[in-house]
C-alpha cells in the first residue's frame, strides 16, 4: 500500500495479517519499522527473528542472513509468509 501519511495504512495492513492469522495456522509474519532499522542488514535480521529464527550474529552479512533464512527449517514448512514494512523508503 502506498498513499499520504496518516491514513490507516498501516493499521489496515495489520488488520489483514490479525485476519490471516485467525484464518490458519500455517502462516508466519513479520512487522517491521523501516525508521527504527534503517539497514538493509538490520531489517534482514528483524525479518529473520521475526519468522521465528535467531540470527548467528547480529552483525551478520546481509547475504549470509538470507542463507540461513532459506534454510530455516520454521520458515520452509509454512504455506504462508507475510512481511509488512512500514516505512521502507528509509532503508539506506
Same mark, same amino acid.
Given at each position: 500500500m502506498h498513499g @499520504? @501519511?496518516?491514513r490507516?495504512? #498501516?493499521n489496515a495492513a495489520q488488520l489483514l495479517v490479525r485476519r490471516l492469522k485467525q484464518a490458519t495456522d500455517h502462516i508466519r509474519t513479520a512487522h517491521i519499522d523501516c525508521l527504527d532499522k534503517n539497514t538493509y542488514t538490520s531489517v534482514l535480521t528483524e525479518l529473520f527473528e521475526g519468522l521465528g529464527g535467531t540470527a548467528k550474529l547480529p552483525n551478520s552479512a546481509g547475504y549470509e542472513l538470507i542463507d540461513?533464512?532459506?534454510s530455516n527449517q520454521s520458515v520452509t514448512r509454512v504455506s504462508l509468509v507475510v512481511i509488512l514494512? #512500514?516505512?521502507p523508503t528509509q532503508i539506506l
Open positions: @499520504p @501519511p496518516d490507516g495504512k #498501516t540461513e533464512l532459506r514494512l #512500514t516505512q
